[in-house]
């Protein structure tokens, strides 16, 4: 008989038929006449209830070695329940055991186990209910960003992790080096990298923008999703040096068509999201952040917000708010800024554009004022900023101005020019960070809690 997966078995009838599954045991309930287990696989946030009648059992042996987190495969028949907390439950006739877990030394005993804790011990987390229902999400809200660029014609292009271009230029960027550390090559006073395995510095890539255009103007709907790199020496509960970026890119697509498009992708997530994980979705909201489905669902019934950068400025100046970094127009929006706006100002989502050139990317449209770019930062309540992206800069002249003044080598970037040159046309895209959305949608309060293996300042366990 093949094993079943329990959210399958759950979605059965208690007609007494014969059922097979595997799992690991939660708890274990024992009386003179009775035990009771409680299986996961990891398929549902619910678990499956066994039951063994014990009064002259062969299986009473079996049951004596088994202890919170033994793995067992378990033979019998789906019955209704007679006790409260489900539904249904297997009496059970066989019991193999797979592999015991001596409870003076499993981590995992029934009892709440604080976050911090459970990041020491990451091997074994994804067995905990909260984890266990944080990679769900994760799977299923990939597979709904797939779905959503395959059902529109995009086409998924896979772009360098190792690069030898910083596409945001501000140099945060993990070198990647075959040289001998201990000696290494020198000329003329600087590192000789004609002697590295590429001949050139590289480094770790921090965004796949740069490659993913080449094939956007040339293929009009293309996406990336996949791995990037940021050296930040930072280690808040928002960082990550290792995260996965969804980057979206379109020919022939202005900054209007870009809002639209990002405003339609984060509905159309959360929607799916919604419907394909509701279970564990009311986990998260009945045990992390009790607001959380109420916010998603705001998110999706309200049209988001359009304001400009100096919009939103004067809101904040007139705000009457007391905050910690007075707003001033050329600065960059803090966090504190972001909330107000999206919590108290519109209560909704915002969609702010047209900020200072001099806070963004070489690679946004200047607008007609030479002082803007048509930058654009998609910004929800509870968090902040979620998505990032602009209009690119489709002029040669002006492309190769722009990196100019910000210190960069045009040609280092020939290729990116050669865009320019050769058939340019209005272009957009945007960025969002995975973890930043999975942290959201979940209501976690630390972004390590969200990637099974974070990787950050100092932290390169597992």
């Known amino acids: 008989m093949s094993a079943l997966l329990i959210k399958d078995i759950l979605a059965l009838p208690p007609d007494g038929r014969e059922i097979c599954t595997n799992g690991w045991v939660r708890t274990k309930r024992e009386s003179k006449s009775v035990c009771f287990l409680e299986i996961s696989d990891g398929s549902t946030i619910h678990n499956l209830q066994i039951v063994i009648d014990l009064p002259n059992n062969p299986l009473s042996n079996v049951i004596s070695t088994i202890s919170t987190g ?22 059970a006739k066989d019991i193999f055991i797979y592999g015991t877990a001596p409870a003076d030394e499993y981590p995992l005993q029934k009892k709440r186990h604080s976050f911090e804790f459970l990041r020491e011990i990451a091997h074994l987390r994804p067995r905990t209910n909260t984890f266990g229902a944080i990679a769900r999400v994760r799977s299923s809200m990939s ?117 639209n498009l990002a405003e339609e992708f984060i509905k159309y997530i959360l929607t799916w999201l919604l419907d394909k994980c509701a279970d564990d979705m009311n986990f998260f909201n009945s045990r992390i952040d009790n607001n959380l489905i109420f916010t998603l669902e705001n998110i999706i019934k309200n049209r988001f917000e359009r304001i400009t ?53 070489f690679y946004m449209k200047l607008n007609d004022d030479e002082k803007t770019v048509r930058a654009m930062d998609v910004l929800v309540p509870r968090l902040g900023e979620i998505i990032g992206g602009s209009e690119r800069e489709a002029d040669y002249d002006k492309l190769k101005n722009r990196m100019l003044e910000l210190g960069l080598n045009p040609d280092d970037y020939w290729w990116y020019l050669d865009l320019r040159r050769f058939g340019t046309v209005p272009h957009s895209g945007f960025g969002l960070g995975f973890e930043r959305l999975i942290q959201f949608v979940t209501g976690m309060q630390n972004i390590r809690d969200v990637i099974p293996y974070p990787r950050c300042v100092k932290t390169l366990e597992f």
């Open 309 to 361: 950068y100096t919009e939103a400025i004067s809101l904040l100046e007139k705000s009457g708010e007391n905050f910690e970094f007075p707003p001033k127009w050329g600065n960059d929006l803090q966090s504190e800024h972001e909330r107000y706006i999206t919590e108290k100002a519109f209560k909704k989502p915002v969609i702010i554009t047209d900020y200072p050139k001099e806070i963004k990317a």
């Open 70 to 91: 033994a793995s067992i495969r378990v033979k019998g028949n789906l019955v209704p329940s007679q006790g409260s907390g489900q539904s249904k439950e297997i009496a």
């Open 143 to 259: 597979f709904a960003i797939h779905t959503f660029f395959q059902e529109r014609g995009f086409v998924y292009v896979h772009t360098p992790i190792i690069t030898g271009s910083d596409c945001e230029g501000a140099g945060q960027m993990f070198q990647v080096t075959t040289l001998p550390l201990e000696n290494v090559p020198m000329k003329e006073g600087t590192v000789d990298y004609t002697e590295d395995f590429f001949g050139k510095k590289a480094s770790l890539t921090v965004s796949g923008q740069l490659e993913g255009e080449t094939y956007a103007l040339a293929l009009t709907r293309i996406y990336t999703f996949g791995p990037t790199f940021r050296a930040e020496n930072s280690n808040t509960s928002r960082h990550l040096a290792e995260f996965w970026m969804v980057e979206p890119e379109v020919a022939f697509c202005d900054i209007i068509g870009n809002m």
